[in-house]
């Protein structure tokens, strides 16, 4: 009932501020039986649905699964499953009854534990900060009605909630039992959202893993999508800006981390912050996924918000940025996250606002290129928490040399007068001269790159590796699917190595090496790998079957060894999501020439799938592609936009607004067979002030693609 009356009042209503079209963020915009796949709630209120452990006098623990009452005693215990992993504070209600006085009050507690994984279910937490190796209880006292956690006790990740109550040695009276019912939690989780399985894009193909992949990859983009009041769960590290007295072990969620109504984040559980590392994977996944574009301009602009003095951008946003936290190629992922948001939003508006702040921050990296090595020198050596960054290092080379690509492609957007003549001189030069001298890298025997020149010459890292093709032109295609052929020969059972980090697999560098592969024109390899490591990402041993996690070892164990814990580990992490978006660019195809799709290339890479179809939207309408072995390829796209279609071999014109069917003599308008219903959203359009500042152009066409050259 009440999901209806909220449809109808957001259709007749005006568009939210940031939601693309009308029913975004309310109604799924393609539905069929892939919806199935989505593991986001069906409404904002969940309920655990399994009864995991018991301990101890338990009368009927499948009370509050099923909608009745649950009794515990002192020393007991129950753990509840939730379906998924999900987020938010607990709500419940304590029957009154006879055990209920002063005494028994006084005298005992409900404690809560919280994990991810079920590798952690115990009398404690999983944890968040690093002060003790799981998070304290979270006790509550027994009081009649209804009941919950105080507003700053959002537990930002969890799938399994363990309830207890401790013996308590000092109280003499007869043994007291507290009834509770109707337990609950709010999804906390993309608070902007009415209905959370709202999505924009979908992927369905032949193969379930690859569906439950794609589907889980866009639940931990979502799930790591939070009110901006309620982030910053390293409560010990918020203590240097809040001056709080938590003891070691409690956990938080109450640290305002940027404006706005929803912003996007690193992790579900920890850090809850805004960090530019993980955008570059993250932002094109909630593209393709939600197009939750207002999440991302609101964790771009509290990076703007604290750009340090001399252009610099924070490590991470608040608490981060305020004792001078930097790094060089977390500073160069801010500015790709620039480069995606504008991409996918086509908000020239907000991008000149920012231009100023962008060009100083591109200053900054500027600084550290070295004209006679032609190539860039690492300052800082933080990064991913991978050691040995610094100096001439393979992967900080290739994020400057891309840096740089789009910072043209940007300025060939904005128009004239964004980039003076010789700053676009020096970005060409730039560009020629590390295609020339990257080279200084190279091992031929070894058939990759090295980490650095001058220091950890024997390593050879993914992160570099896979860079060095990200970075679309710095390396040549020969040489891409040799590093290609090499990178998958180090796999293992569980996964790809990053080499650079001793006993890790880190899905995050693992993200940029199925670009690599694709890239490489492997795109087979890319998907095998998908398969093999996203596939135990969601099977293995202590995996939340929901979300993707940060980091494991290379024998598959949950321990992050960037952390001296396991339980601190973040499982549901955006920089993890690769495949959601190589799945929808690379194997549907469907990328973008110009912002928001205004112009498009699809270039479908089927591999070994019998069927597959999916797509996305943006504010210009959807793109679809649809393919069946031995069938026919289709593919939709909205009207006023034009594009190219490469297809067995031959790259062809079209216009959008239609369905194009290919036959074995060419494309012919179709008949899309299912049910259509386009006419019912009505897609943003685009404000004058950006019309005026080059929307124009791109929805005409008339800017080039990638902005590979601003001279020519
Ligand atoms: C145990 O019970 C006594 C009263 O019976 C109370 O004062 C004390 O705080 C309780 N201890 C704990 C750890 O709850
Ligand atoms: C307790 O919450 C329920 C909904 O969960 C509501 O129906 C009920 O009125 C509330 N009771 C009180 C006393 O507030
Ligand atoms: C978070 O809550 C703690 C405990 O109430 C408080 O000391 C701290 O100032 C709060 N932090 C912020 C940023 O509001
Ligand atoms: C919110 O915006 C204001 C004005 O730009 C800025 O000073 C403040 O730092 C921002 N807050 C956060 C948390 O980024
Ligand atoms: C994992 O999730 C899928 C749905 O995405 C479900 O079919 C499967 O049963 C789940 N596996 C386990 C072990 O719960």
Redesign the pocket.
Known sequence: MLRSAILVSACTAALVEGLAFEGHGVEALFKGPWEAYNKAPDGRIVRPVKVYNTEGDVTTPEGLVAGGKTTLTPGSLVTYEFAENIAGRVFW?VEDGEHLNTHTTESFKLSFGFTESPAFIGRHSDATTDARHQDLPLDQPFQA??NSFDKIYIRGAFKYMTIWIEQNASYTGSTPSFTLS?IYVPYAAMPHFENPKAYTGYFHSSDNLLNRIWYAGAYTLQLTTVDPEEGGSLVDFNKRVDHNHFPPGAWASNFTISNGTSVTTDGAKRDRMVYAGDMTIAVPGIAVSTYDLESIKNALETLFAHQYWDGGMPYAGPPMGYHGEYSDTYHLHALLGVWNYVHFSGDVAWMARYWTSYRRALRVSLRRWNRFRGLFWCWSTADWLRPGQGGYNSEANGIFYLTVKKTLALAEIMGPGYLSMEEARLLNDILSAMELNYDILWDEDKGLYRDNIDTRRTIYPQDGNSWAIFAEGLVPLERAKVISKNLRKRWNKYGAPAVEMPNTISPFATGFELIAHCYAEEHQTAVDLIRRMWGYMLDGEGMTNSTFLEGFTIDGNIKYPAYGSAERNSHAHGWSSGPTYVLSTEILGIKFVTPMGYTWKIEPHFVDLDWVEGGYATAVGKFTVKWKKGGKLEVKTPKGTSGSVVWEGEERTLQGGGIWVWHSDGWREGEWDAEEDDGKYSFKQPDPAQERLGLEKIRSGTTGSGGQSVLS
């Open positions: 209600t009605g209804n109707d």
